[in-house]
């Protein structure tokens, strides 16, 4: 996400990611994912629930937080009455808000919704479907209503219709041009939707909701790099857990790719990641033996790692000890929330204003199946080539792993807590 929505040479792209970061003064975004992962993390997070909860002022009508909605209000005392009549309020709510936000899913939708045309009328932007290569537009003359036929290829050409209603009112048609900015927000939108997906499947160690989000995470993977090493990964894994292996040993691979070290509902963590977190403290414990090091030492100590964690973790916990990672004050969440829900008040990224354009991002899609569809059956013929290979258990190429360079020439940074 970070290389394809930030830009360094964004930063006077408004509320792009590149803008948002110098609003709010996140230093330590620093393009730099492997050696920073943490703050990049949040602060994708804080941008991504700062367009979600903007996303809903504009569907309920409110210009902040606390306001009262104005449109899409539901019914009075919907508190007390059953709670079926309450759930389907709510679905009814959720599904108008969702529709809002969520772009298609696959190459069937988004076909389908290119049978669609978006018209500028009148400064308003509405998307009519094309019957027959015709368009039908309907608009009110005092109380009557008059629907207007015109062409379709006509108005992709860039044709501008003008048409004189009764009451003397001259009203312009016309293909609405791009919006990069709202295009951007709805491309980091879908983004942000499948992270925080994953991210949830693996705290509740749902495996199935697991296996969805990886099959949705191939063309983001195949749209950065057709030889992307991710892009492998996810199609072995699914290969194997639901085709190669028997069902037994499938729900087995499955189930190990979670540990819950501290019991709790909700509190899953990757195996790998609690696999990374280990060898990083045994080597803390290494470099702890000092120069003359012998081979049994350290063998010695990597018998004893878990047994001296555990020590001193509850030493820590009985005299309340607090690990500062550094002496700089944090930042308030709650505050950069604030400030970013006033940026987007006043430039408006959720509301699609044709003619808006990103110097960064010039007509970027909104979606990565819009960014795929014209190389579909390319697409389609990569993933078959990958899948026959791994069957056969044939090396895949993948391209080489990216080398970023650490600030400090420290090890990776990783998170302790999912």
Known sequence: MVKKLMKKTSGRDKCTLAHLKAVIQRSDVNHNVKGRFKSHEDFV??????????AAMDYFGMNTVDDNPTQHIPPENIGQTHKNKRQAVCDEAMTGFMRNVLQPQNF???SALRTNILLDIDGHVQR???????IAVKLLSGNKEVIIQMAADELEKGKTFHVYLPNSRTVYISKAENDDLFHYVMCFLQLYFLIIFFKDAIAEGDIFRVKVALKMMVPHFYAHSSLSKYLVECLDYILKTEILLPPKYGIQVETSAFVNSKGGIGKNRPMDLQKENQVKELKNLIKGLGANKTENAIVNI???APIINDIVSNIDLQINFKDFHTSHKKRSNSDDFKT???????IKPLQYIPGRKLVSYRNIRPNVHAELLHCRDTYYEAIMVIVNRLRRNIPVQCEESDNESLEDGSDVEYCDDF
């Open 108 to 110: 069937e939708e988004e």
């Open 128 to 134: 009519v479907p094309v019957v027959d290569e015709n």
């Open 302 to 304: 990597s018998k004893a």
């Open 45 to 54: 997070l804080l941008v991504g629930k700062a367009f979600t909860v903007q």
């Open 340 to 346: 970013l829900l006033q940026e987007f008040q006043l």
